[in-house]
């Protein structure tokens, strides 16, 4: 037990100070700017990217390409490593804008050098994809073994991963699944909760690790964030029976002016069939790309005044790792916590839409 | 890349990555991961309902064994107490008939001295009689020895008997 907890705190220890090291590695390698700017760094760290920055050296960087895949309506359909449009450089014709309203993203120079710039379709494996198929292919490693260690010995008591994540498991059926879903139906969508919840927590934490593989702000994507939505979305919405579709048509209980001539309450209830999905989405994105958000922020402080002078830097410091130290051991309770709520409430919609009135 | 826009060509790779996956999951993870655990649960539930029968069994049993014991105990008393019974009836039974045999023998012996004083007096009374005769035989011998004496008490007897 003490053991257990003494190296958890070295862990949060470890993990805390590579984040300060790959960001100050970064902070220093901004090429020929002496003044630190704060918001692209700090946009820099929560945003995607076509390459996955390791860390800097001398302004030397050492990053993992990854593929871009591209249509355009002129050249037609291309795959090619991003490393060819590291540092503005154009390939192809394709080149990563660097300011403009196309800031960040690639874009098609319709003559050399020239201005006249287009958007192609991008399908491009950029970070947090790559990270979101790591983090599908981590999952399903773990508990396709787990599942094996099921299988293999029935009748044993749980040991090792198996240990760690039955409690969970059992949580979400017994605390989450039954209770808003019902002891009849739940097992159905139980697949699904389960998949949710560990993607999700997954997500968060590999979040928080600042080194390769993680340091991608999956979760706090609104991409990624919306895609689980739309799942949550169809799975509510597939599943509805007549009784939800009648309640959302014509809801009982409510004078009838409200729904004629002016269908105002059915109006209401069909907005909220997409509301729920899209708090959930809206949820998850702020709560951790805020972490993220605040965690970088505090780190920047360190430079920011460091670029003033160099022993303010020095004296704000501590103050800063304190601060990104509680940040961290929050996020990580956050990341929990997030996973749970949109569990929860995935839960509670899907209860709603299956649920029998008599 | 906008902060809250989101971006198609990461969305398309989310969606299909967490589709996959939840396929993936479903399939080869959870559905072997629940069964186990319901049957887990299940032969638990099972296990502790046959212990509860057990138990439940051994009092039962613990409780005929008292009531066994107890009938025994109570048969044993009452068997005691009917052989005490016969033994007192028996001894009471043995004691009538030995007072009833006393007395018999009593009786008879009673009788026996009885007829054998009556016979001692019959034997004595003809002995005495016999005594008697030979005294008388002795005395009228010796009486009548003399010739007068014989007169005089042949006058003697004709005079006892009575004049009529």
């Known amino acids: 037990m003490k053991t257990s907890r003494l190296s958890a705190f070295f862990l949060s220890l470890i993990l805390v100070a590579s984040q300060v090291f790959t960001f100050a590695a970064d902070a220093h390698s901004e090429p020929n700017s002496k003044k630190f700017n704060a918001s692209e760094f700090i946009f820099d760290h929560i945003g995607d990217s076509y390459e996955w920055h ?4 001398n302004n030397h960087h050492v990053s993992i390409p990854l593929p871009v895949i591209i249509y355009s309506n002129r050249s037609g359909f291309h795959i090619f490593m991003s490393y060819k449009l590291q540092h503005g450089k154009v390939f192809k014709g394709f080149k990563i804008a660097e300011e403009g309203k196309y800031r960040g993203k690639i874009v098609e120079l319709k003559k050399i050098n020239a201005e006249d710039v ?13 990270s979101i198929i790591l983090i599908s292919i981590l999952l399903s490693v773990v508990f396709t073994t787990i599942a094996k260690r099921y299988q ?21 059926r017994n605390e989450i699944a039954i209770p808003s879903i019902g002891q009849n139906k739940y097992a159905r969508f139980m697949p699904f909760l389960l998949t949710l919840f560990f993607f999700i927590w997954f997500a968060n934490l590999l979040g928080l690790i600042p080194i390769f593989p993680g340091g991608a702000n999956i979760t706090g994507n609104i991409s990624v964030t919306m895609a689980l939505a739309i799942f949550t979305f169809i799975v509510v919405n597939k599943n509805g ?20 001539p002016i269908p105002i309450m059915p109006l209401v209830e069909f907005i909220g069939i997409f509301i729920k999905p899209f708090v959930l ?12 958000m605040v965690a970088v922020v505090f780190l920047s402080l360190i430079f920011i005044f460091a670029s003033i002078k160099a022993s303010l830097g020095f004296a704000v410091a501590p103050v800063s790792l304190l601060f990104l130290i509680f940040m961290s051991l929050l996020e990580l309770l956050v990341a929990l916590i997030q996973a749970y709520v949109f569990t929860l409430l995935s839960a509670l919609y899907i209860g709603m839409a299956i649920e029998e009135h008599h | 890349m906008g902060l809250v ?9 989310a969606l299909l990555s967490f589709g996959i996956l939840l396929y993936i999951l479903k ?32 009092l039962k049993l613990q409780e005929e064994n008292k009531l066994m014991v107890e009938k025994a105990r109570l048969e044993r008393e009452k068997e005691l107490a009917e052989t005490k019974a016969l033994r007192e009836k028996i ?14 023998l009593l009786d008879k012996a009673r009788l026996q001295i009885q007829l054998e004083r009556k016979q001692a007096k019959k034997e004595l009374y003809v002995n005495v009689a016999q005594l008697t005769l030979n005294l008388a035989e002795k005395i009228l011998r010796s009486q009548l020895q003399d010739r007068q004496k014989q007169q005089e008490y042949l006058e003697k007897l004709i005079e006892e008997i009575p004049k009529n």
Do not use: C
């Not at chain 1, 048509?249 to 002016?257: H, L, W, Y």
């Not at chain 2, 186990?36 to 638990?44: T, V």
């Not at chain 2, 001894?91 to 018999?104: C, G, N, S, Y």
């Open chain 1, 54 to 57: 390791i860390f800097s050296y």
């Open chain 1, 118 to 130: 287009s958007l192609p379709l991008n399908f491009s494996i950029t970070k947090n994809a790559f």
């Open chain 1, 152 to 172: 293999r010995n029935p009748e044993l008591p749980p040991s090792g991963l198996q240990n760690v994540f039955e409690p969970f498991i059992i949580f979400i």
């Open chain 1, 241 to 260: 029976n007549k009784s939800y579709w009648k309640h959302i048509v014509s809801p009982p209980g409510i004078p009838i002016f409200l729904k004629l």
């Open chain 1, 281 to 292: 989405m809206v949820r998850l994105f702020a709560n951790i790309l805020a972490g993220h």
């Open chain 2, 5 to 13: 826009s989101p971006d198609y060509g990461l969305l398309f790779w």
């Open chain 2, 27 to 58: 399939k080869f993870a959870w559905k072997p991961i629940l069964q186990a655990l319901k049957n887990r649960e299940d032969s638990i539930a099972r296990s502790m309902r046959m212990a509860e029968e057990a138990r439940q069994e051994l």
């Open chain 2, 91 to 104: 001894i009471a039974e043995a004691k009538d008939e030995a007072r009833i045999e006393t007395q018999k």
